[in-house]
């Protein structure tokens, strides 16, 4: 079952000030089916913060459309696009996004009460995913208490507890080290395991190995489309490096 579809989408902006016009997307096509982990990359400047601002609904195209299962995101009017994104999306951002002054716990809660889910459903729902990324025990710490590892989890136990359909990653983890990386593609590949479909932005051919596809941006294209298959890990990392040294790897690292 495809859960999202991008049809020949386009973007171009245009500055305010002046006529000029940049083709940020010239013509985008994939599909991502139910359950899969999909990792963009692509170089600097290649589209791939316009590509998420758009499926996040963020951003418009200029053309083409964007289906999110059976929904397209272009039809969907303005003042019903922050509850569609509430309901139906999960953010994981490079720098975590948590708010200083709630706790651990009201943090990744905050989507529920924000939806106004019953104070009784809150902690059932909490717990387990807290249990599975390995934060039960910060739940009644503030972030600046935890490690970016750990602050990255909590963010993603938050993406996870409205149950998306749809988890968006933009380089989570970019301001990690390589130990908290590991522990968080990790946690990526066993939610995936359980069935969360994952979109996630990367620079690094470490973490896109984890997922379980790579797409290719280059001038606004999808210029290669890879699986990993069957492969190991570190086979599919070779075959990720490789794909980069067609794409030319300017502003892309094998960490
Ligand atoms: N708001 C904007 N107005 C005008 N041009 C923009 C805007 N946002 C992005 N662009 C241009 O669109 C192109 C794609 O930018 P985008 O940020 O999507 O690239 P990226 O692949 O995410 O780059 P990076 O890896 O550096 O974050 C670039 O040429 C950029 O300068």
């Known amino acids: 079952m495809s859960i999202l579809t991008v049809k020949h989408v386009r973007k171009v ?10 083709v940020a997307l010239e013509d985008v096509s994939f599909t991502v089916q139910a359950g899969e982990f999909v990792a963009i990359m692509g170089e600097s400047g290649s589209g791939k913060t316009t590509l998420l601002n758009i499926l996040s609904t963020l951003d418009r195209p200029s053309a083409g459309e964007v289906w999110l299962g059976e929904r397209s ?16 999306l999960g953010f994981v951002f490079q720098d975590f ?7 651990v716990r009201d943090n990744i809660l905050l989507p529920l009460v924000l939806a106004g889910t019953p104070e009784h459903r809150l902690e059932p729902a909490l717990l387990p995913i807290a249990e599975d990324l390995g ?18 989890r909590v963010a993603v136990a938050r993406a996870l507890i409205t149950q998306p359909r749809l988890i968006l990653a933009d380089e989570p983890t970019g301001a990690l080290d390589s130990r908290a990386t590991g522990q968080l593609l990790e946690a990526f590949s066993h939610i995936n395991a359980a069935g969360q479909t994952i979109v996630m932005v990367t620079h690094s051919v470490s973490a896109a190995s984890a997922a379980g596809r790579v797409l290719f941006i280059r001038d606004g294209r999808v210029f290669h489309d890879l699986y990993r298959g069957a492969q190991s890990r570190a086979a599919f990392q070779e075959a990720v490096m490789h794909s980069l040294t067609l794409l030319g790897r300017e502003g892309l690292h094998a960490d």
Do not use: C, M, V
Not at 73 to 88: D, K, N, Y
Not at 97 to 103: E, Q
Not at 142 to 152: I, K
């Open 13 to 22: 902006y245009t500055t305010r000030f002046s006529s000029q016009q940049t």
């Open 73 to 88: 995101l272009t039809s969907i009017p303005e003042r019903e696009l922050a509850r569609f994104r509430h309901e139906q």
């Open 135 to 152: 934060i039960a025990a910060q739940l009644g710490k503030f972030p600046y208490e935890l490690s970016g590892g750990q602050q990255q």
């Open 97 to 103: 996004n948590l708010l200083d002054n709630f706790s």
